[in-house]
């Protein structure tokens, strides 16, 4: 079975309702990005930075899975797939898709600020002030802020250095480390980039560019992955 590495960003959950992540203006749902998403932004008013994330996971526990999520898992009946997200959301994991890494956290996690940034799971539970981890720390969102390390990115890189074709979906590829990804799948093998207005990647010849929304693009591309791979349904 070929192994399909497909890197998803903020596209694929925008068509579910959830905002996507920079706004044209700069903003993140009306508050600036360093406001909300920095350890600055943390240190200068966790209160607002809690209070957004539980509004964003209220929002993700609303959303449903729509079809470019479900494409994605459809795609494990004849791929080893293995989904890198940028999105901090669960809809892969809803839809079915069963290995999943996620680049930037998870808003249904919660981690100590203490040593050992100790991972707590979010049920319909919000964080508030004083919500400690079992070192006494304060419980922050388990999400990777700017001017934060990226600790999957190890991970990600050694699944696409094994991949046979790379999916690229929903993401600007603007955002470093993780638009880095592409560079390292193997020369020779394949990616598909589906976007309505792509940020062309310089990755060579062996680059299919759909130029639509997930939702219209995943079910183009698994047929285009079954050409390529002479994979027969039947």
Same mark, same amino acid.
């Given at each position: $079975?070929? @192994?399909?590495?497909?890197?998803?960003?903020?596209?694929?959950?925008?068509?579910?309702?959830?905002?996507?992540?920079?706004?044209?203006?700069?903003?993140?749902?009306?508050?600036?990005?360093?406001?909300?998403?920095?350890?600055?932004?943390?240190?200068? #008013?966790?209160?607002?930075?809690?209070?957004?994330?539980? $509004?964003?996971?209220?929002?993700?526990? @609303?959303?449903?899975?729509?079809?470019?999520?479900?494409?994605?898992?459809?795609?494990?009946?004849?791929? #080893?797939?293995?989904?890198?997200?940028?999105?901090?959301?669960?809809?892969?994991?809803?839809?079915?898709?069963?290995?999943?890494?996620?680049?930037?956290?998870?808003?249904?996690?919660?981690?100590?600020?203490?040593?050992?940034?100790?991972?707590?799971?979010?049920?319909?539970? #919000?964080?508030?002030?004083?919500?400690?981890?079992?070192?006494?720390?304060?419980?922050?969102?388990?999400?990777?802020?700017?001017?934060?390390?990226?600790?999957? $990115? #190890?991970?990600?890189?050694?699944?696409?250095?094994?991949?046979?074709?790379?999916?690229?979906?929903?993401?600007?590829?603007?955002?470093?480390?993780?638009?880095?990804?592409?560079?390292?799948?193997?020369?020779?093998?394949?990616?598909?980039?589906?976007?309505?207005?792509?940020?062309?990647?310089?990755?060579? @010849?062996?680059?299919?560019?759909?130029?639509? @929304?997930?939702?219209?693009?995943?079910?183009?591309?698994?047929?285009?992955?079954?050409?390529?791979?002479?994979?027969?349904?039947?």
């Amino acid at each position: $079975m070929k @192994k399909l590495v497909v890197f998803t960003g903020a596209g694929v959950s925008a068509e579910s309702g959830i905002a996507t992540f920079r706004a044209s203006d700069g903003l993140w749902e009306n508050h600036r990005i360093e406001d909300v998403a920095s350890p600055e932004g943390w240190a200068k #008013d966790p209160s607002l930075v809690l209070d957004f994330y539980n $509004m964003r996971r209220a929002q993700a526990r @609303k959303a449903m899975p729509n079809l470019a999520h479900e494409t994605i898992c459809e795609l494990e009946q004849w791929f #080893d797939v293995v989904v890198v997200t940028q999105n901090i959301d669960n809809l892969h994991e809803r839809a079915g898709s069963r290995r999943i890494i996620h680049l930037h956290g998870s808003i249904f996690h919660a981690r100590g600020t203490g040593k050992n940034e100790e991972l707590v799971e979010l049920h319909s539970e #919000d964080i508030q002030i004083g919500d400690l981890a079992s070192d006494g720390s304060q419980l922050r969102p388990h999400i990777v802020w700017f001017g934060e390390s990226v600790p999957m $990115m #190890d991970f990600a890189i050694e699944e696409v250095l094994s991949a046979d074709a790379l999916l690229v979906v929903g993401t600007s590829l603007q955002v470093y480390p993780a638009a880095s990804l592409l560079t390292y799948l193997p020369s020779g093998k394949p990616i598909f980039l589906v976007d309505p207005s792509p940020s062309i990647p310089s990755v060579g @010849k062996n680059l299919e560019v759909i130029r639509t @929304k997930a939702v219209e693009g995943l079910p183009l591309v698994k047929d285009m992955l079954l050409r390529h791979f002479n994979i027969t349904t039947s």
